[in-house]
Every structure is written in C-alpha cells, then in structure tokens.
C-alpha cells in the first residue's frame, strides 16, 4: 500500500523520519525545499516527489528509486551508492557529488561542478545523464563513472561552460556536440567518438529516451566527444579502479 507524505505539513525532519520508517511505494506532495531526502534509502523504497525537493535529495542512497516530478536544488545523489534518480526537470550544482554507483538521469540543465568527484570501484560505476547543459567545470576532479551531457534544446552545439574536467583521473565522458569542448586541461585526452563508444553508452542513451520521451535515433546518432585522463596521468593507479 502505498504511503503519502505532505512535505509542507510535515517539515523536514518529521518528513524524513517518515520516509525511513516507510517501506515500498512513496508519494510526497509539496515539497518546497526539504533536504535530505532519501537519505541513505536502500532498495525497499520508490519515492515519487511533487514540487522541488531540497540539497543532498538521495545522498548516501543505496538502492532506492526516487522519481522528481520537478526540479530538485544542488548535490542531488551526494556519496550516492547504488540505486537510480530520475527528474523530469533541473538539476542544481554538484550533481551526483563524490557518486560512487548507481544513476542519475536529468530532462533539462544541471549547474556547475555536475559529476565532481565521481569514482568507481569494480562492479561499482555510477552513471549521470544529462538531457541539457552543464554549468563549468563539468566532471572536476572525476575520478571513475560515465558521464553523458546530450544538449538537447541547444542545437548540435553544446553549452557546458568552461574548464571541462579539470583535474579528471578516471572515468569517461561523452559530450553531444558538432564541435568539440573548449578549456580542456592538460591531463585529458579527447576525440570524436566511434561508433563503438557510442555502442558503449546506448543502453543509457535508450534510458534517457524511454524516461522522457526524446528521440531514441538521434540520441544514437549524433555526433559525440569522448573525454578521458591521459594515460600517462600519474595518479590513475593511486585513486581509480577502472
């Protein structure tokens, strides 16, 4: 049976404490800001938030479903272990911050620093697609995971700001875009990716399609820019299991 919870009435505190004692089907009506929410929720739990949730919305989490109907504010997925985000709007600063599994899939923007110490270990690779444009620094100080900027609703010309993954030791990134990005820091190699690569990412590519509704042919494609450390980049070893 499934639980609803006025996020209004409730304040987020009682909210939250609600939603750790709930299991199964979550429903939460306006939600004006409330944070933390998901918190560290496991695979008992499908939360479904009207309105905007908060900063941190699933940090810690580790195997829930949580669909926004909605933007949500920043550090959407904070330390994020397994499970999957979906939301049907924007997505505020330092999206999937220090992500370590799971997804994250965004309709619209995210704002700066998304994908910021991103990092994978074995089994564990987080994944971020975002349907529009980034802020700067996309993918700072990434470090594991797959990261994919698609740029809809800008033309085949992709904003993502500047310093593209400054600082970036593991992981990848494709970027759709016609030219390729600017500011690229020394320690990242990148090229136009093949049809392999794009072969690499079409099972989120054909996700992104089915939760939104957007062109599943154009979305494979398209042009793309794959991003990737430089291998003589001598900290890979130290920090990333890829």
Partial sequence: MA????????????????VRAATGDIEITECFGERFIAASATADKKLLIHGVPGNALGCYMDGASVVVDG??????????????????????????YAMRG?????????GYRTGIHMKQYLDKRPVIVVGGCTGSFLGEYMAGGLLIVLSLGSGDEADVGRF???????????????????????????????????????????????LFGADKELLLTSVYWLLEPNSTNPYTQMYTNN
């Fill in 164 to 210: 593209t993954g400054t600082g970036m030791h593991g992981g990848r990134m494709f970027i759709r875009s016609k030219n390729p990005p600017r500011d690229v820091p020394e320690q990242v190699v990148y090229r136009r990716a093949e049809a392999d690569d794009i072969a690499s990412i079409a099972p989120q590519l054909s996700r992104f399609s089915e």
């Fill in 71 to 96: 933007n949500a504010q920043d550090a959407v997925g904070d330390t994020m272990n397994d499970g999957e985000i979906i939301i049907h709007g924007r997505a505020g600063d330092a999206l999937g």
């Fill in 3 to 18: 639980v609803t919870l006025n996020a209004k009435a409730l304040g987020y505190q009682p909210l939250n404490d609600a």
């Fill in 102 to 110: 799971g997804s994250i899939y965004v309709k619209g923007d995210s």
